[in-house]
């Protein structure tokens, strides 16, 4: 990223489009962190055939943590300070599915990223975003779309 590619996005937006902004935003990143959380902790060398699918998941996750971390800076926000809650609660879940075996792995796989799509949606259109922003969101979208298709495929091979 070049420092061409950061705009100050606050400008001109009134009160009540900011507060749209700040909670879909922050809703974006606080997922995010979670999701990351979720598969890092169900990596396991007991599952050798799972390890590179959940490593370049939680790649792809913490990708979008920097998206929306840049684009919070951008609007002139920050981070809330209770995203370690998420972080937690990623950490739960991953813990917990990796201990229940490959389904239970796939299984929180699907429900994070059906989750995941629907905020997509809903936040998508929960703001007035500029362009660049809006792209950003899609993009990050189709990213999970493509996630839950796979564990989806995963698990009914299985």
């Not at 962190?33 to 396991?44: D, G, K, L, P």
């Not at 229940?100 to 059906?114: F, N």
Request: hydrophobic content about 45%.
């Amino acid at each position: 990223m070049l420092d061409k590619d950061v705009q100050i996005r606050s400008d001109g937006l009134s009160v009540s489009d900011m507060n749209k902004v700040r909670k879909a935003l922050h809703a974006l990143h606080n997922l995010e962190i979670m999701a990351t959380n979720i598969y890092r902790c169900q990596i396991s060398d007991s599952m050798p055939e799972l390890k590179i699918d959940l490593i370049a998941a939680m790649k792809n996750e913490m990708g979008h943590i920097q998206d929306f971390l840049v684009k919070l800076f951008e609007y002139g926000l920050k981070p809330v300070w209770y995203r370690w809650i998420f972080w937690m609660a990623g950490w739960i879940i991953g813990t917990f599915s990796r201990f229940g075996g490959k389904k239970a792995i796939l299984r929180a796989g699907i429900w994070t990223e059906s989750k995941a799509v629907r905020h997509y949606e809903e936040l998508l259109h929960a703001a007035p975003w500029d362009q660049p922003t809006a792209e950003v969101i899609e993009k990050d979208r189709q990213d999970e779309c493509v996630h839950l298709n796979l564990w989806k495929t995963l698990l009914d091979e299985n």
